[in-house]
C-alpha cells in the first residue's frame, strides 16, 4: 500500500516546481545554454539516449526543417551522391537499371538500352536478391543503388529471381557510363503531329529533344506537342538550353532575382538550331521548376500554345552549400520569373516545412484562370500569373467515376499490396500475351481473388461496378511490362483527354499565329 501512495503523490510532488516554471516564462531565452542542457540531460539521463554526433546531426536537421523553406534540405555525403546522380546527371557508372521498393522486395521496374544490364538480358519484374555477397533482404532502395553504382569498368555480382523461373539468375555486370533518356520515346501521332514527353531535366535534355524532334520531321512531322506534364524538373541550364531550341536569339528566357545580388537574365543564344514548326506545350500541376521555364518562356514569346492545366509554380531556385566533412546544405537563394514579369512561384501555406495545398486544380476553369493577374505575351496575347503557369486553353484531366473513385478509396489501406498484385500479374501474363492483346474475363477474376488474397477490402460489387478502370490498369500494366513505354502510351493515348484537344488544335494549323486563332475561335468558355 505504501509502494502505490508514493505513486499517486509523485504527479503532485512536481505541481510546485512547474508552478516555479510557469514564473520564469517571459524571461529571454538563451538559446545555446538551453540547446546544451537538454543534449547533456538526454546523453546522460534518457533510457534510449544517442551519441553526441547523432544528437547534432539530428539537431542540424530540425533547424532546417523548421525555417519554413520546403525545398532546404541537409544531405550526409550519401545522400548528396544519390542526389546528385539521380536528379543532375544524365549518366552514372552502373549496371543500367531502373529499381523499386515493392514491399520490402527491390524490383526491376526498367532496363535502360545499351546499358550492361540490357547486355546481360535483365528484365522488368526481375527481383534482385544480392549484390556481390550481399543480401538486399531489409536493405533501403537508396542502399541498394549505391552497392549497384561504382567506378566504370569495375565488376560487380548480382543475383536476381525472375517470377515464373525457379533456377536464381547470377550475372557479372561490368559497370558502365550509362546514358538516363530524358526522352525515352517519340512517337508521330494523327495529322502529322510529333510527340515528344519529356520526362526530366538532366545533362542531356536539350539534346535529346532536339533528337527527337530531327527524327520525327524526317519522319513527316509537320507539327509538335512537347508534353511536360508530370516533370519535376531539374537542370536549369538544360531548361534554358531547351527553350533557345525554339527561340530567336537576344529573347529572355528567364529572370533570377535574387535576396542578396542583381538579378540575371537568361536568354536565347544563336546556335544555328532553331525549330519553327507549330507547337504546343502540355502542363499540369505535375509540371514545376525547370518544365514552368520552358513554358513560361515558350508562352511569353507567343511561340507555342499551352494545354492543360496550370502547372505547380515551383519558381525558386536552390543553392547547395559544401560543408566539412562532405556534408552539404540546400536553400532557397532565389525566385524565377518569366519574360512577362510573371512569378513562377505559387505561394503555399507551409506547415512544419511542408507545403499545403490549398485550393486543387481539379477546380480550375477559365473563370477562375481570368480571375487570376493579367500579364500580356509579346503579341499581346493575354497570360496570366500568380503562379505557376496558367494555360492557354484549360483542359481538365480525365475524370473517373463516383463507382471508380469508391474502389479506389476501398484500396487505400493496401494501396502498396494491391499494386504488387496488380504488378505480379502482369508478369505472369507477360508470356503470353500479344501486342493486339484485350483484357480477358479471367484476368479481371484472377485479379479481384488476389486482391481479396492481400486482404484489399474491397466487395466483389465495387470491383465489377470500376470495370473500364480496373482493365485500364491491368492494360496499362501489362503493356508496359510487356512491350515497353511507348507501346503503353499508344494503347492509352485515346483515353488522354489533354492529348486528344491538344492534337484537334493542331490538325490544320500550318503556322504558329493560325494555331492561336484555331484556339481562340473554339475555346469552351466556365
Known amino acids: 500500500m505504501r509502494r502505490k501512495h508514493l505513486w499517486v503523490l509523485a504527479p503532485l510532488m512536481l505541481i510546485p516546481f512547474l508552478a516555479g516554471l510557469g514564473l520564469r516564462t517571459h524571461a529571454p531565452v538563451d538559446g545555446q545554454l538551453l540547446f546544451e542542457e537538454v543534449r547533456a540531460r538526454v546523453a546522460r539521463a ?33 545522400e548528396l ?35 550492361p544490364a540490357a547486355k546481360g538480358g535483365v528484365q522488368a519484374g526481375d527481383r534482385i536478391l544480392m549484390v556481390d555477397t550481399s543480401a538486399v533482404s531489409g536493405l533501403k532502395i537508396d542502399e541498394v543503388s549505391g552497392k549497384l553504382v561504382g567506378k566504370p569498368g569495375t565488376q560487380v555480382n548480382v543475383t536476381f529471381a525472375r517470377p515464373g523461373q525457379d533456377a536464381q539468375i547470377q550475372r557479372k555486370f561490368t559497370r558502365a557510363v550509362v546514358h538516363v533518356p530524358a526522352v525515352p520515346y517519340a512517337l508521330m501521332l494523327d495529322n502529322g503531329v510529333g510527340y515528344v514527353p519529356l520526362q526530366r531535366f538532366n545533362e542531356a535534355s536539350a539534346a535529346d529533344v532536339m533528337n527527337a524532334v530531327a527524327r520525327l520531321r524526317s519522319a513527316g512531322a509537320r507539327s509538335f506537342v512537347l508534353d511536360l506534364r508530370g516533370n519535376p524538373g531539374g537542370s536549369v541550364d538544360e531548361s534554358v538550353a531547351i527553350s533557345n531550341l525554339f527561340l530567336h536569339p537576344g529573347q529572355e528566357i528567364v529572370s533570377v532575382r535574387y535576396r542578396d545580388r542583381e538579378a540575371e537574365e537568361r536568354r ?33 514569346h507567343d511561340r507555342a500554345l499551352v494545354v492543360g492545366t496550370t502547372s505547380f509554380g515551383k519558381g525558386v531556385m536552390q543553392s547547395i ?38 485550393r486543387p486544380d481539379s477546380l480550375e476553369t477559365d473563370s477562375s484562370r481570368r480571375a487570376r493577374p493579367a500579364y500580356h505575351s509579346d503579341a499581346g496575347r493575354t497570360v496570366y500569373g500568380g503562379g505557376g503557369i496558367a494555360p492557354d486553353v484549360v483542359v481538365p484531366a480525365d475524370t473517373i467515376t463516383t463507382a471508380e473513385q469508391t474502389f479506389l478509396r476501398a484500396l487505400g489501406p493496401k494501396a502498396r499490396e494491391s ?46 461496378a470500376a470495370r473500364p478502370l480496373v482493365d485500364r490498369l491491368l492494360e496499362q500494366q501489362l503493356a508496359t511490362l ?41 475555346h469552351p468558355k466556365g
Open 419 to 464: 499494386y504488387r498484385a496488380l504488378y505480379d500479374l502482369a508478369l505472369e501474363l507477360r508470356p503470353r500475351v500479344q501486342s493486339t492483346f484485350t483484357v480477358q474475363p479471367e484476368w479481371r477474376d484472377e485479379f479481384f481473388q488476389r486482391l481479396e488474397t492481400v486482404g484489399a477490402p474491397v466487395t466483389r460489387v465495387q470491383f465489377d
Open 321 to 358: 552549400y559544401p560543408l566539412h566533412q562532405g556534408w552539404a546544405l540546400k536553400l532557397t537563394t532565389a525566385k524565377w520569373y518569366t519574360p512577362s514579369g510573371r512569378s513562377i512561384q505559387r505561394e503555399r501555406v507551409i506547415r512544419n516545412g511542408q507545403l499545403v495545398e490549398v
Open 81 to 115: 551522391a544519390s542526389f546528385s546522380r539521380n536528379t543532375l546527371r544524365n549518366d552514372y557508372a552502373g549496371v543500367g537499371m531502373q529499381i523499386q521498393d515493392q514491399l520490402g522486395i527491390i524490383v526491376v521496374a526498367a532496363v535502360f538500352p545499351n546499358s
Open 482 to 522: 510487356a512491350f515497353g513505354d511507348s507501346s503503353a502510351f499508344r494503347r492509352t493515348a485515346h483515353s488522354d483527354a489533354q492529348l486528344r484537344r491538344a492534337v484537334d488544335l493542331l490538325r490544320n494549323a500550318t503556322t504558329q499565329p493560325a494555331l492561336f486563332i484555331a484556339a481562340a475561335a473554339d
Open 268 to 300: 536565347a543564344e544563336n546556335d544555328g538550331v532553331h525549330i519553327a514548326e507549330p507547337m504546343i506545350v502540355m502542363v499540369d500541376g505535375g509540371a514545376a521548376s525547370a518544365s514552368e521555364i520552358v513554358a513560361g518562356a515558350l508562352q511569353d
Open 46 to 78: 534518457a533510457v534510449d539516449s544517442l551519441s553526441d554526433d547523432k544528437i547534432y546531426e539530428n539537431a542540424a536537421r530540425g533547424l532546417v526543417n523548421e525555417i519554413d523553406d520546403p525545398y532546404a534540405e541537409l544531405y550526409s555525403p550519401e
